[in-house]
């Protein structure tokens, strides 16, 4: 088993910043990958960023230039900077973690970005 919990959600007024974390515990497997999804009231989940264990980050276009997707493997701790926060950013963003047995969810974190 894995759990994930996330911090870091919140208000934000357009253009402000804000960082979530995603803190890992439990049987967690070298080889990985780590990803923020989001839900919107009434849309889909949808990934936003992910990373791999080695390092290597993809990222939705809509959000390209202004996310960055990071982590710390000696902490299991994976973060998500958001500069440039639009109000179509707001949404329950969700942390994932993935290895070759199963794939785990956190619990979701607010954030809502104001016009």
């Known amino acids: 088993q894995v759990q994930l919990v996330e911090s870091g959600g919140g208000l934000v007024q357009a253009g402000g910043s804000l960082r979530l974390s995603c803190a890992a515990s439990g049987s967690i497997f070298t080889v990985n990958v780590m990803a923020w999804y989001r839900q919107a009231p009434g849309k889909q989940r949808n990934v936003v960023a992910s990373i791999t264990s080695g390092g290597s980050t993809n990222y939705v276009d809509s959000v390209k230039g202004r996310f960055t997707i990071s982590r710390d493997n000696a902490k299991n701790t994976v973060y998500l900077e958001m500069n440039s926060l639009k109000p179509e950013d707001t949404a329950v963003y969700f942390c994932?973690?993935?290895?070759?047995?199963?794939?785990?969810w956190g619990q979701g974190t607010q954030v809502t970005v104001s016009s």
């Open positions: 994932t973690y993935s290895d070759y047995r199963q794939n785990y």
